[in-house]
């Protein structure tokens, strides 16, 4: 018996543009449909009836639930979000957490009375508990970035590990003899791997000490607060990974105020990738992620799961390069 997807396959289209054929929902222009059409007729696919009649109750709303809409990373990541969306007839509802999970539940619990389509989690706070409930509401859902240290659901994220190990490295070859690491929250797996491929990358070394570790919780006051910390334990420290870039602007600010000169003294390096790093003094050196291609590809992977009614678990790990910038040239600043 054919699928849904031997359709897709022999038109050379979406899963989810077949479906909006079949559901008469979105916009899919006269050549595509008839493609799909041929290809509905030529394996003599019959649509599962169950399955269009529930189709038929969308409301064509899903929902972003982001952290803190004032990081630089997440309006980019709702700015892909919308653009997919909005290309497939959806409207975009955005919620702002503020890193507080019982905002976030109370969002949940409304968006569950309006009966939205499908939502995607860009949380600090959203647990292993949460998502089974969701799954237990028959809500698809897919995280991006952030996510519980347990994949229950599909994820969309950057390689984290490689990403710290290649920010490592790029310090070391900059010159840098002695690297620190300010790390993120490591209840969630972003943070954690990159911890985890700073510390592999190091732990080899003489100089290597755990207290060379500290926690910046992903802030820019955590940066600032975390620098100082390592500074007054290792005054030889030359180069810092910083978990993330926020955490990278606000070590920065802390070498300032102490008089440490960037990249002269300690080379810095942060991660993510997002446009605040351009505008610094000096301007920063980060792991780039492909920020708007993961916003894009979680709107797109919801929206198939919204209009097939498929429950397969996906993981999406996407490449992440190295920027260079004036932070970690150290040979030009000598």
């Not at 059409?37 to 269009?52: M, S």
């Not at 952290?67 to 990541?77: G, L, R, T």
């Not at 009966?115 to 949460?130: M, P, R, V």
């Amino acid at each position: 018996m054919s699928t849904i997807r031997d359709v897709a396959k022999l038109a050379g289209v979406s899963v989810a543009t077949v479906s909006r054929v079949l559901n008469k929902n979105g916009y899919v222009n006269k050549e595509t449909e008839q493609k799909v059409t041929r290809a509905i007729e030529q394996l003599g696919y019959q649509p599962n009836a169950v399955a269009r009649g529930l189709a038929g109750k969308r409301t064509g709303t899903i929902a972003l639930i982001l952290p803190d809409i004032a990081n630089p990373f997440f309006p980019e990541i709702a700015r892909a979000v919308e653009d997919v969306a909005h290309r497939h007839g959806y409207t975009v509802i955005l919620c702002n957490s503020d890193d507080q999970g019982h905002k976030e539940q109370s969002y949940i619990e409304v968006l569950k009375k309006k009966y939205i389509d499908g939502i995607i989690f860009a949380s600090n706070t959203l647990g292993e508990e949460d998502v089974q409930k969701m799954q237990r509401n028959k809500i698809p859902l897919v995280v991006i970035d952030r996510a519980p240290n347990r994949q229950l659901c599909s994820v969309i994220r950057s390689r984290n590990y490689e990403g710290a190990k290649l920010a490592v490295q790029h310090l070391l070859d900059a010159g840098c003899k002695k690297i620190a690491h300010i790390y993120g929250p490591q209840e969630f797996v972003t943070a954690k791997e990159r911890l985890a491929g700073y510390e592999e990358s190091v732990m080899h070394f003489p100089w290597f000490s755990p207290s060379l570790m500290v926690p910046g919780y992903f802030r820019v006051d955590g940066g600032l607060n975390a620098v100082k910390e390592l500074l007054a334990k290792h005054p030889d420290v030359d180069g810092i990974f910083a978990g993330n870039d926020l955490m990278a602007i606000g070590a920065l600010k802390g070498l300032h105020q102490l008089g440490v000169r960037v990249p002269h003294d300690v080379a810095l390096i942060g991660f993510d990738g997002i446009s605040l790093t351009e505008i610094t003094e000096p301007e920063l050196s980060t792991v780039a992620q492909p920020i708007y291609e993961m916003g894009s590809l979680a709107a797109k992977v919801l929206i198939e799961k919204i209009e097939t009614g498929l429950e397969e678990i996906q993981l999406h790990e996407l490449d992440v390069t190295i920027v260079e910038r004036e932070s970690t040239r150290r040979r030009q600043a000598t």
